[in-house]
């Protein structure tokens, strides 16, 4: 496990956390055992790995020199009568450097770099940001451990606290702050998953980021899907990947009695409060009835460190899959959002909108819901992008057509002023419709791209 800590002023704040949960202290010891059961079996065709009891022996021998050679250039596994056969009893006697051993584990070693590269770069830092290295666990002993480690941060490891004492002294001053007995620290801990919702298209929308420092308070406006849509479903996720299917749900509630109002209108306003203790308090609001649901979730339980390091590596993992599928859903949304605008435009504005620019504009809507059909992201935003296109000389020619009335008016003079405000009037219709229009396309695609 790697975690970078701001330390100031008694407050403790985590920056990040990463780690390979498969990986520690024992690792080392079966690859050692490994090895002198190899030998064993060379030297006396006997494999001691099936014998429980010799088993137990090498794994206690193992540890032993282990931890003898993180001090000494080398050592001896001396097992007298680990095992027997029809000969006689059995004896290991194998010398082990300092050298081999490092041969041995290299692979292991390697991979204790890569957390602290992952923790860095969530920090947003580099190693030459960092000022202290601390080892935790008596593994970090390890002398090809310790260099490894001097190597990627270019910091000799901070010797100060005994390693196999740092979780133990950090439990007890988090108990002491939990208690009361300690008043001068304070622990900022991070969430460890991001959290985030399921919107339009089985897209997961993040509102708080993994590595966030709790506590922390995130706020994101939304809209309704439907026409008239009455209640609001919200799903909260749990997760890394990029689509709803592929993350915990971790908990879900209905805002209800939504007014009636077109699609894309309504403001639905979702709150993410996560306080210090990792508890979760979703609400989401309805600005305009002032309707208001919440949730309480606690987002640290029923996640082992194993599970949430699975999530995140199947995240890495699935990235270019998952890149995939979020580009068709949003290509999707767009297109189907702008569908909706247009059809909208060409049915309420359908007396005042030439004949040829209502064809063209109802052609290319039929273009998208065909491309829509298909799983080709850049086909479908290629004919979503000619839709805007066309889409835009409606909103053109309802200015013109306005500012003609407002010209025709003004040149009638004061004698002609009664006469004229029929005319007048009946521009204003059409000027708001034009208005309508563009602040509906906005609105819609910036409430559903939320």
Not at 290 to 311: A, F, T
């Amino acid at each position: 496990d790697v975690s970078i800590l701001e330390i100031g002023d008694g407050v403790f704040e985590v920056k990040s956390t990463n780690g390979d949960t498969f990986l520690g202290g024992e690792d080392f010891d079966y690859t050692i055992i490994s090895y002198l059961a190899d030998e064993f079996k060379k030297e006396q065709g006997i494999d001691l790995r099936e014998d429980r009891l010799a088993l137990q022996r090498l794994k206690e021998a193992a540890e032993k020199a282990k931890i003898e050679l993180s001090s000494t250039a080398s050592t001896e596994v001396n097992l007298p009568f680990i095992t027997a056969d029809a000969s006689g009893p059995k004896h290991m006697n194998v010398k082990l450097s300092r050298a081999k051993l490092e041969s041995l584990v290299d692979d292991l070693v390697k991979r204790t770099i890569d957390p602290c590269k992952k923790a860095l770069k969530d920090a947003g830092l580099s190693a030459s940001d960092i000022d202290e290295v601390i080892l935790v666990g008596g593994s970090t002993r390890i002398p090809a451990v310790v260099e490894a480690v001097k190597a990627e941060t270019g910091k000799e490891p901070n010797k100060s606290v005994n390693p196999d004492e740092v979780v133990a002294t950090g439990a007890a001053i988090q108990g002491g702050v939990l208690s009361g007995d300690v008043k001068d620290v304070l622990l900022l801990d991070v969430i460890p998953l991001t959290l985030g919702i399921e919107t339009m298209g089985g897209v997961c929308t993040p509102l708080v980021q993994r590595n966030t420092t709790i506590p922390t308070k995130k706020t994101q406006v939304f809209s309704t899907a439907a026409d008239n849509q009455p209640t609001v479903t919200i799903v909260i996720l749990q997760g890394e990947r990029k689509m709803a299917s592929d993350n915990k749900e971790v908990g879900r509630f209905d805002l209800t009695d939504i007014p009636p109002a077109p699609r894309g209108l309504p403001q639905i306003e979702v709150s993410f409060d996560i306080n210090a203790d990792g508890i979760l308090n979703v609400s989401a609001k309805d600005k305009g009835s002032g309707k208001e649901q919440k949730i309480r979730v606690e987002v640290k339980s029923g996640l082992d460190e194993s599970e949430i390091e699975r999530m995140v590596k199947d995240a890495e993992l699935h990235a270019e899959e998952d890149k995939k599928k979020h580009e068709v859903a949003e290509a999707r949304n767009k297109a189907d959002s702008l569908v909706f605008q247009a059809e909208k435009a060409l049915k309420d504005n359908k007396d005042k909108i030439p004949a040829d620019i209502s064809s063209e504009v109802q052609s290319k809507v039929d273009k998208v819901k065909e491309a829509l059909k298909s799983e080709d992201p850049a086909k479908i935003s290629s004919a979503t992008d000619a839709l805007n296109t066309h889409l835009q000389k409606i909103g053109e020619h309802m200015s013109k057509a306005a500012s003609a009335a407002g010209g025709k008016s003004a040149a009638n003079g004061p004698e002609q002023q009664q006469a004229a405000q029929p005319s007048q009037g009946e521009s204003g219709p059409n000027t708001a419709a034009a208005e309508d229009i563009e602040d509906a396309e906005v609105e819609v695609l910036d409430e559903e791209v939320k």
